[in-house]
């Protein structure tokens, strides 16, 4: 029998030391705005991607000059908490070295964009001195690891955060080459260079580690690798059930790829946590498919081997038994607008960010706004998973002040929204994405506007519903989990999904395959009539769906 060979990023890792490569010389060559292939692939551990404006891509091919090359960097900030001096600082870089603003992600950090290379060192030496960092941002690694971020509960926030901090240290890379490269650090030799949890050729794929804390699930726990959902009673936390294998990436065409929700395994008190958390990475470094990377996330590796295979493997690894998973009950997904009282007397404000772009433009000067606001707030910024920001922990003296700014730069645009605006995420897409087949964030407003004004004819203008557009299958505004969702497939056509719960448990199915505007309105004008007239009091969207069978409830695939 033949074995296939390991993936060519397998063999670029091996030979990168640490994840040097040859990154660090090639940002001195002038002759380029790119670096070479194999050190892209490294660059994202550091985390930053080369990409090139798709915009202009076609005009500077006719005119014989390299693509426009730029990097996007992203910030590692678990939790998506950020101080207000942190704040100003990762602001003032944006200014200064990037062109679209500060980009709130899907999972809750800072992204830039168009940062050219000859910034970059600079750039991560800026993070560094907002006492933040970008390493395992991207890349096979652990990466940034999220967090419910429910602003009326804040001594739950407090008690999951310190979790989510443990971690994303615990799975930090140890390599010096990040400081090494960018931070000017004493170059050391390789074998004083070492990595306890990954080894030399770190995990098979990227992991994503989240916390839910019920009813909210805020941050699509099922759709991470590893997905915690926080068991706490009268103000203690008690454990964490284990949910294992989510994942929402998928390649059109190719039905052996596809999203899927995390199996849940046990529970476990969180004393066991980071050996059960280790368990789980280390057996999908080692048994991880390493061949091809489209199989290589570890829902493919809990589905080749089994779930009941792998729950006896983390107890054997980790010495810990996963004990029965505990009751919990999700109610709802998205967040909370406006101002709501934490139990400690402290307030939070949650803002609508659409996208999750603050970028000076268009009349609206939402990334001076929150400047301005940052200035001021003695609390701290949460970001959420859905791209939207809360200013947390502010002393009731200190609204008037905030609302103030708020109103001032056009942030307060939660006052007025419809109920599916309050619940949308666009994923970034065109033009910096490289992978992306359609227009998403640039879209969104379109179509936001156009199922409005639908919605607002059946007299549904404020039923909450969860969308989701992603620019391609790969799913990064988890469009599988979405009441509706549109999966791009070319420049103007979509896939369309629906039926997914308001909760984040069940996925929606492909309802009509790549398809232009004309027809996505069409369908869920039709089906919209029918919510409208035929819905049981409370029932969500995708739940009506599939009760009455305008959709079945399965396992969709791709
Ligand atoms: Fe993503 C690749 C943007 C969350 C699944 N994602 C990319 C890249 C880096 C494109 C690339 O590889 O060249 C995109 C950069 C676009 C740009 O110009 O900025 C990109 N992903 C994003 C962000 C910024 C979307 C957003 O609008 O906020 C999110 C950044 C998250 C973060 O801060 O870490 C983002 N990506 C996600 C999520 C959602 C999540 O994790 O909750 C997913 C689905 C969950 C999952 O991982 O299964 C996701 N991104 C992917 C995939 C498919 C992975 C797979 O298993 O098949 C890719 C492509 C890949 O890895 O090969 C991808
Ligand atoms: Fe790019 Fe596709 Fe992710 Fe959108 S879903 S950011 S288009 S990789």
Known sequence: MSISPLSPLEDIKAASNFLRGTIARE?????????????????????????????????????????????????????????????????????????????????????????????????????????????????????????????????????????????????LPRTRAYAEIWLGGEQVSEALDEEPIYGATYLPRKFKIGIAIPPTNDCDVFANDLGLIAIIEGGALLGFNVAVGGGMGATA?????????????????????????????????????????QHARLKYTVDRLGVDWFREQIQARSGRTLHAPRPYRFERNGDRYGWSQGEDGRWHLGLYIASGRLWDREGLRLQTGMREIARILKGEFRMTCNQNLVIANVDEADRPAIDALVEDYGLDGYREQSGIRRHHIACVALPTCGLAMAESERYAPVLLAKLEALLEKHGLADAPILLR??????????????????????????????????????????????????????????????????????????????????????????
């Open 27 to 171: 940002l001195e060559n002038p002759v380029t705005g790119a670096i070479p292939e194999s050190d892209t692939k490294l660059l994202k551990f550091h985390g930053s991607y080369m990409q090139d404006d798709r915009d202009i891509r076609e005009e500077r091919r006719k005119q014989k000059l390299e693509p426009a090359y730029a990097f996007m960097v992203r910030a590692r900030l678990p939790g998506g908490v950020v101080s207000p001096a942190q704040w100003l600082a990762l602001d003032a870089l944006a200014s200064r070295y990037a062109t679209r603003g500060l980009r709130i992600t899907t999972r809750q950090t800072f992204q830039w964009h168009g940062i050219v290379k000859r910034d970059l060192r600079a750039f991560m030496q800026g993070i560094r001195d907002a006492r933040a960092t970008t390493i395992a941002a991207c890349g096979d690694v652990n990466r940034q690891v999220v967090s419910a971020v429910n602003p009326h509960l804040s001594s739950q926030h407090a008690l999951v955060q310190e979790w989510v901090l443990r971690l994303s240290n615990h799975f």
């Open 469 to 558: 557009i992603s620019g391609c299958p790969n799913g990064c505004s988890r469009p599988y989990l979405g009441e509706i969702a549109l999966v791009g497939r070319a420049l103007g056509r979509y896939d369309l999904r629906l039926g997914a719960d308001f909760t984040g448990e069940r996925m929606n199915v492909l309802y009509r395959e790549n398809i232009d505007e004309a027809a996505i309105l069409s369908s869920l004008d039709a089906v919209f009539e029918q919510y409208a007239a035929r819905r049981e009091s409370g029932e969500g969207f995708g739940d009506f769906l599939v009760r009455t069978q305008a959709i079945t409830a399965h396992t969709p695939t791709v």
């Open 253 to 293: 065409g190719d039905p052996t790829t596809y999203p899927r929700l995390g199996s849940l395994m046990g529970f476990v008190a969180p004393d066991d946590l980071i050996a059960v958390a280790e368990a789980v990475v280390t057996l999908q470094r080692d048994h991880g498919n390493r061949q091809a990377r």
